[in-house]
């Protein structure tokens, strides 16, 4: 289908190759639905949004959400995404080294390869991060301190890569 604001509504043009195309003064399209507002799937490219301002505008519990056999989402520009408000990632998160410990081991919920970047840091007292080992077998990295805990020492991770 492919639609303008009122001189072609309703009608096909056989000589694009676009499934749907619209043009407006205000917006090009405007999809809602009771579950999905617009589902873009194909082999290649889900959705192509180019415009001189924004490419995509959405809002909702999950405004926008993307899953992917290789890569869920590509960001490129300038500034390749600008956050407002707190960011969540599943490979980062806290680990509580014991009274008397020097590492404690976290599953970080990510492939483990040679080349991961670990970030630690302790949050509470009680001893300093000295290093990260990584097990790539175990998807697993072990976070060690420069000394045994003199008490519970909580460190925050993040795995990139």
Known sequence: MFATNEEYAGTTDPGW???IRAVGNDRGGYFYGVNYGAVASSSQVGLLADAGDVGVEAS???AVKAAGSDVGLVAEGPV???AQGAV???SAGRVTVPLGASS???TPGTDVINSSMVLATA???GGQVLRV???TTADTVRIHLAAPASQPVQVAYF???
Do not use: H, L
């Open 133 to 135: 080992t990584r097990n």
């Open 159 to 161: 795995v990139i890569g």
């Open 60 to 62: 909702g519990d999950t």
């Open 88 to 90: 969540t990632f599943s």
């Open 17 to 19: 190759i676009d499934g």
């Open 123 to 125: 949050q509470t007292r």
């Open 80 to 82: 390749a995404i600008q």
């Open 104 to 106: 404690a081991v976290v």
